[in-house]
């Protein structure tokens, strides 16, 4: 499982993330919807409030987070199935 070691809030609901095996790149969250569990988005400021959890994750209070992995996928462009090949390799070697 990979971990977010270090964040910045980027203009326009976009943030800057580094990851534990060195990866780091942007996430752009203007596309998401301000509603349902988004909802809390609609202010700004709350956005700017994004942290890394105790896991390595992405919070948001106790209220949003997303997991480490599929931030990674999105930066690298990677599929679930290379993630999982990494992990098994990893495994073998360890």
Known sequence: MKKITALKVLDNYRLWLRFDDGVEGEVDFTHKPRTGVYAPWQDYEFF????IGEY???RWDDQLD???DSLWLRITGRT???LAADLS???THA
């Not at 700017?48 to 942290?51: S, T």
Request: charged share 40%; net charge neutral; glycine share 12%.
């Open 80 to 82: 679930p199935e290379d």
């Open 66 to 68: 997303f997991g480490p």
């Open 48 to 51: 700017r409030r994004a942290r």
């Open 56 to 58: 390595g994750e992405l």
């Open 89 to 91: 390799s990893a495994s």
